[in-house]
């Protein structure tokens, strides 16, 4: 949800950035919301942690009992209430009539096996940005940063590295 809020920003002021990353972001308007995840956002529960890794991850072998556990404990009522209010916002949002006005380099970071985000559409939309890279993360899904930090974050120095210097004022 933080790359919708990103990109409004991006495209409202260009002059303050000096670069964009993206991953995973919604913004095509079909993303799926909160009703595709079923009853399961209704309350925090063990079953919730599962049905959201299962979306979310794609290396299966990363979902432990205890790391749900541990990512469950934190979802309160509120919390869900909000995020499931802030997934249902997504709905059909297109953020493409924004991309030529975010003047500034952009970096599309996404999961190969992303079934919430679809990659094919990102790597079409990264061709609508005046100044962006596409990077394909393999054998990731929604979350590619926990699933192939290494990779991602490779990738994230090399293209910070080639954005030029903050003008000082």
Known sequence: LGGLVVMELAAA?????SGVVLTGAPGLGDEQDA?????ALRTPSLRLG???AERLI????????ELVDRCTQ?????????????LRATKGYDARPLF????????LLCGARDEVSPLEKWRDAA???????????PDSGHSPMLEEPDVFAGALLGWLD????????
């Open 13 to 17: 002021d260009p002059s303050r950035w």
């Open 74 to 86: 934190a979802l309160t009522p509120r919390i869900m209430l909000r995020a499931g209010r802030a």
């Open 100 to 107: 030529d006005r975010i003047d500034c380099p952009v970096l």
């Open 162 to 169: 080639t954005l030029p210097a903050p003008e000082t004022q």
């Open 35 to 39: 009703a595709s995840f079923g009853s």
């Open 50 to 52: 599962y049905v959201l």
């Open 58 to 65: 794609h290396k299966k072998e990363l979902v432990t009992a």
């Open 127 to 137: 061709m609508s940005f005046p100044d962006a890279e596409f990077v394909e993360i």
